[in-house]
């Protein structure tokens, strides 16, 4: 089992920028954001395949979040700039094995208990 820790939500004005951070207990090949607005499902953000360094991104998000890591401490970090508030959600962090596309797939993905993004106008 691999505990995810996720940190750096908060509330910005539309144009700002967050940091958001997820440290792994343990190295999983690939490792990714995914996002839950109120009355919607789940969508992809971005996701870090660690194994061959490579890294994947929604089309809403292109240019203005980055995905990296910190493989020293399994540590993934999302970049977010130029915020809107159709990017306001419940972020989490998710990591896998298994990563078809360069994304967490099932059967096992490991989640994080999230952290809010709200961007105001």
């Known amino acids: 089992q691999v505990q995810l820790v996720e940190s750096g939500g908060g509330s910005v004005e539309a144009g700002g920028s967050l940091r958001l951070s997820c440290a792994a207990s343990?190295?999983?090949?690939?490792m990714a954001w995914f996002r839950q607005a109120t009355g919607k499902g789940r969508e992809r953000v971005a996701s870090?395949?660690?194994?061959?360094?490579?890294?994947y991104y929604d089309d809403s998000v292109k240019g203005r979040f980055t995905i990296s890591e910190d493989n020293t401490k399994n540590t993934v970090f999302l970049q977010s700039d130029n915020l809107k508030p159709e990017d306001s959600a419940m972020y989490y962090c998710?990591?896998?094995?298994?990563?078809?596309?360069?994304?967490?797939?099932?059967?096992?993905?490991?989640w994080g208990q999230g952290t809010q993004v709200t961007v105001s106008l």
């Open positions: 870090f395949y660690r194994d061959i360094s490579r890294t």
């Open positions: 343990a190295y999983t090949r690939c």
């Open positions: 998710a990591a896998g094995q298994y990563c078809p596309s360069g994304w967490p797939t099932p059967p096992n993905v490991y």
